[in-house]
């Protein structure tokens, strides 16, 4: 049975230390009534603990320990943020998933629903909760079961910094009355670019490139110093590269190094990214060694 469903978009004020990435609050009740909620942000009553220790990806639907709900109380079984993988965020709004499935025995689902993602805490410099979630999705699989499925928008420009790259991120979730902050494994990074260029003569190629990263700050792509980029072949008539030589940016971002040629075929740039920053490749290049 669905249980409500809104689409909408709105862009919130710029806020200079609040990074906004979204949440969706309505009030239901036994009638199944939906409505755009009030944003909440970080001088709001702090949510209460999180009593669903669960991450980014799918968890067990009750902590043991002292947090742990009774069978007869409302309970959150499930909170998974962007179906357990990173958050790579360029320099343009953009959206990630976020869902949860909550039992309530009672089968009367009170109160207000919302999923957010916040940095830090929600006093403190960096913290955050609130916004307008543009697309939710509610339905009961039975009458004491619902799953609330939610498309949240990022806004860059004044909620996202630099430093908030990598982490620690926590989901925040309400429904059922209840109000708790999650630990989430999915990190929100920085977006990578790479670009080539590759020639070849006699036996060796000469492979140049540069390795660019997303400024929050400054709403612009930089060069990236220091990182290991691996360059890697592939023979043609496979599918499988493998990395010929590891080469560092110097610090502009750049990337200049000249190899052994094992064969004609394929030739690209990876960087795997790191703890902030997400992974990038260019597109294979196909050079042929045997000319010049």
């Not at 207000?112 to 939710?136: D, K």
């Not at 806004?155 to 429904?175: F, T």
């Not at 990337?255 to 992974?279: E, I, M, N, Q």
Request: charge should be neutral; hydrophobic fraction near 35%.
């Amino acid at each position: 049975m669905k249980h409500a469903r809104s689409s909408h978009r709105m862009q919130p004020a710029a806020l200079s230390w609040k990074c906004l990435l979204a949440a969706t609050t309505m009030t239901v009740s036994a009638v199944m009534t939906g409505g755009l909620g009030a944003v909440a942000f970080a001088d709001a009553a702090p949510a209460v603990p999180g009593q669903a220790a669960v991450s980014g990806s799918p968890a067990p639907s009750a902590p043991a320990g002292p947090a742990a709900k009774a069978d007869d109380q409302p309970h959150f079984d499930r909170v998974v943020v962007n179906d357990g993988k990173d958050i790579v965020v360029g320099t343009e709004d953009s959206t990630f998933t976020m869902s949860f499935t909550v039992t309530d025995p009672s089968g009367v689902f009170r109160g207000p629903i919302s999923a957010s993602l916040f940095h830090g805490t929600w006093q403190g410099e960096g913290g955050v909760i609130g916004g307008i979630a543009p697309r939710y999705d509610c339905e009961h699989p039975d009458s004491a079961t619902m799953t609330c499925d939610f498309i949240d928008w990022i806004y860059i420009k004044g909620h996202l910094r630099n430093a908030m790259a990598g982490g620690p991120w926590m989901a925040n979730v309400s429904a059922a009355g209840l109000y708790e902050d999650v630990a989430t494994t999915t990190q929100v990074k920085r977006e990578a670019k790479l670009k080539a260029g590759f020639s070849g003569k006699k036996g060796k190629i000469s492979a140049t490139g540069g390795l660019t990263r997303a400024d929050w700050d400054h709403g612009t792509y930089t060069g990236y110093a220091g990182r290991d980029v691996q360059l890697q072949f592939r023979k043609a008539g496979t599918h499988s590269y493998s990395t010929v030589s590891s080469v560092k940016t110097d610090r502009t971002g750049r990337l200049d190094t000249s190899v052994k040629a094992p064969a004609d075929g394929y030739w690209r740039w990876y960087f795997p990214g790191d703890s902030t920053t997400g992974a990038a490749a260019t597109a294979d290049v196909h050079v042929d060694v045997r000319k010049g």
